[in-house]
């Protein structure tokens, strides 16, 4: 924590010098201290509980907020959204206060589970609900518009779906171990369709959406929770053959997954349209260096959404191959942390769902730097605690909630009767 405002502090006192002549000089200093004490509050909140979860989680997250909202704050100076930076504060201390508030109020979160087919149902009609009424933007249809804020439902339907997937695992987790064939009966064909098809039905919405990150994203969750829960090798190499055999047939038969391929394979060759966002990407990532060119003093502003989906590269250019070595140590870090509390949890629905949040933490960390970087196609997906977006911010905060929760809780399993 000291070093989270150690950042924010020196930070702050080098965008002073960035700021245009009608900002005054001192509303860094506002916002930052904005930043540092909600922090700083929201830990000694957390540390004053008679049960406490794993002390590092909050401070990993810090970190990698407070790196994210200079660069975020400097490229809002850049292109002249001057509300870039302070928005991005204000909406980290309002999910620092419903992480607070989930912490305080949700009690035994085992309780969760008792509404698995809630959560499916709500993830399922959110996502039907934007599609039939969201507004589209890029060709995406993923937002809701109320008022002048844009609400994406998907950053909230990823956690219904891995509390759902969480409990009907853990309901099943018997029988998903049998092999096809076994002394103790066959694998019911039931409870093996029923999550099939579920999945297939939620990949096809967000296909149909053109949210392919997320659909990336929720594959890989559902692999890594169901082969923790059961460790069946031969249905997660099923998966993954059908999943191969499925992004072939969206290659061949939708248009905009051929054009995000082409552009992932050859984006110079639309350099003036669809492979504009790449092609100055991997100018910012080739001008980094390996000290970066100080904050404030790059090209990044010209990479268009480079605080919604590039906002690593910009991080890259500037703090270089050293300051980005360190961003993604604390992704790591906070990755650790995570499945740390899954290795710990004596009740196995924790234990599962432990497991879904901090695969959603990595997985979802891994697929936008390995997009942005240009070894993957991009896919349009936030960094956790680094991308600027409230929506994003909030459901990262809320995972972070779970996680310690169910850390917090692990010494009562005994004594409640959670089965291990």
């Not at 989270?4 to 930052?32: D, M, R």
């Not at 047939?249 to 492979?275: M, S």
Request: overall charge neutral; aromatic content about 12%; charged content about 10%.
């Amino acid at each position: 924590m000291a070093i989270v405002t150690a950042i924010i502090a020196y930070g702050s006192f080098v965008l002073t010098y960035l700021l245009p002549p009608q900002i005054p000089p001192i509303q860094p200093y506002q916002y930052g201290a904005l930043l540092a004490g909600s922090g700083w509050v929201a830990w000694l909140l957390l540390n004053w509980r008679q049960e406490r979860g794993d002390p590092c989680l909050l401070p990993c997250a810090l970190f990698l907020v407070s790196v994210s909202w200079l660069e975020i704050y400097s490229l809002g100076l850049a292109t002249q959204d001057y509300a870039q930076g302070p928005r991005q504060a204000v909406f980290t201390a309002l999910s620092l206060g419903v992480m607070v508030a989930m912490v305080y109020f949700l009690g035994n979160y085992r309780v969760l589970e008792e509404y698995k087919y809630t959560f499916l149902c709500g993830g399922l009609v959110m996502q039907i609900l934007v599609m039939l009424f969201g507004v589209s933007i890029n060709g995406a249809t993923l937002w809701f518009r109320i008022g002048g804020i844009s609400i994406q439902p998907i950053e909230f339907v990823k956690i219904c779906l891995i509390i759902f997937l969480a409990a009907y695992l853990r309901q099943f987790r018997y029988w998903l171990r049998l092999g096809f064939v076994s002394k103790a009966g066959r694998l019911p064909r039931k409870a093996l369709v029923m999550l099939g098809v579920g999945m297939a039905v939620a990949e096809l919405l967000l296909v149909a959406q053109r949210d392919l990150g997320m659909a990336l994203l929720l594959f890989g969750i559902f692999i890594s929770m169901f082969y923790v829960t059961t460790g069946r090798r031969d249905i997660v190499a099923l998966t993954f053959l059908l999943s191969g055999a499925g992004a072939y047939l969206c290659w061949k038969y939708f248009t905009h997954v051929q054009i995000r391929v082409a552009n992932w394979l050859d984006p110079f060759a639309q350099y003036e349209d669809r492979g504009y966002q790449m092609c100055q990407a991997l100018f910012s990532l080739g001008n980094a260096g390996l000290d970066g060119t100080g904050l404030g003093l790059s090209q990044a502003y010209r990479i268009p959404e480079v605080v919604n989906d590039f906002t690593f590269v910009a991080l890259t250019e500037e703090l270089g191959l050293l300051g980005i070595a360190a961003l993604i140590l604390g992704v790591v870090l906070l990755v650790a942390r995570c499945f740390g509390v899954a290795l710990r949890a004596q009740d196995e629905f924790g234990a599962i769902l432990a497991t879904g949040l901090a695969s959603l933490f990595a997985w979802q960390s891994l697929i936008i730097m390995l997009g942005v970087t240009k070894m993957l196609p991009m896919t349009g997906i936030t960094l956790p605690f680094v991308s600027a977006g409230g929506c994003s911010l909030l459901s990262s905060f809320m995972v972070l909630a779970l996680v310690w929760i169910i850390d917090a809780q692990d010494g009562r399993s005994n004594a409640l009767g959670g089965e291990g």
